[in-house]
């Protein structure tokens, strides 16, 4: 999903460069190699993203369910 996601963005960058180049607009800074530099940090931003909830949702959990499961984990580990 994630590189869906990433291609959405990265072919809509490349057609709103190619509509202002025939506008005879241009930005140096927008050219196909910036935009497939955008497209790995952002393919890189989700995966960062992804990681760091599943991290922060193994660790605290959101639900009283979650809650009584790990103490229930914790006694189970000290016997």
């Known amino acids: 999903m994630?590189?869906?996601v990433v291609a959405q963005v990265v072919g809509f960058l490349s057609a709103i460069?190619?509509?202002l180049g025939t506008l005879n607009v241009k930005f140096e800074w927008l050219t196909a190699e910036s935009i497939?530099?955008?497209g790995i940090v952002l393919t890189a931003g989700i995966a960062l993203g992804i990681t760091?909830?599943?991290?922060?949702?193994n660790h605290f959990g959101f639900t009283k369910k979650a809650k009584q499961q790990k103490a229930w984990l914790e006694k189970e580990d000290k016997l």
Do not use: E, P, S
């Open 17 to 19: 460069m190619m509509f």
């Open 52 to 57: 760091l909830f599943t991290i922060y949702k």
């Open 2 to 4: 994630n590189k869906d």
């Open 36 to 38: 497939d530099a955008f």
